[in-house]
């Protein structure tokens, strides 16, 4: 049998893939507080399942939830049903709601939910620029409450707390645009 290290099986270190998810961990968290410590809501240009544009710019003012989602996640398609329920009721007060679908989301799966389900507020396909403008969403449902300021006042990943999310909602509405 040889000793020479060429032939010999290597074996893979496997501290080198430790390292690696710590180095992608501290990628992800450093990504979320880069994110956190921006409080104002980013450019973005969502298109509407119409085509129409309708950009963040045009919701300044205005108090709405960007929710981020897929026809292929289960908690995004247990949530909505309690989503539509929440814009129902606060519509009235001047809620906004666009429903972003990640890229990688059919466009006819979308369109399909959409018109069968009867959802009442705005519907986008992403291209994945806006995911990454709101700081490189990738889990979903990931759901921004912003205010009429601009400001984002709660980032849910996951299904919000509902009560929660009425309270602040509830708080936002009445509050003045400064």
């Not at 919701?59 to 929440?86: H, R």
């Not at 709101?134 to 990943?157: A, E, H, M, S």
Request: proline letters at 4%; glycine letters at 6%.
């Amino acid at each position: 049998m040889s000793s020479n290290p060429s032939t010999a099986t290597r074996r893979t270190n496997p501290l080198r893939y430790l390292i690696a998810a710590v180095v992608a961990i501290a990628i992800a968290i450093a990504g979320y507080f880069a994110f956190a410590g921006q409080q104002r809501v980013p450019d973005a240009t969502f298109t509407l399942l119409s085509g129409q544009k309708l950009t963040t710019a045009d919701l300044k003012g205005k108090v709405y939830l960007i929710n981020f989602w897929a026809t292929s996640c289960d908690t995004c398609m247990k949530e909505m049903p309690q989503m539509v329920d929440t814009y129902n009721r606060f519509k009235g007060q001047g809620l906004e709601f666009v429903a972003v679908a990640m890229n990688y989301d059919a466009p006819m799966y979308v369109t399909n939910y959409t018109a069968t389900r009867q959802l009442p507020f705005k519907v986008a396909m992403d291209d994945g620029s806006a995911a990454k403008q709101f700081g490189n969403v990738q889990l979903t449902p990931t759901t921004f409450v912003v205010d009429k300021n601009g400001k984002i006042l709660k980032r849910y990943v996951g299904e919000p707390q509902f009560a929660e999310l009425d309270q602040l909602l509830a708080k936002a509405l009445k509050a003045d645009s400064v």
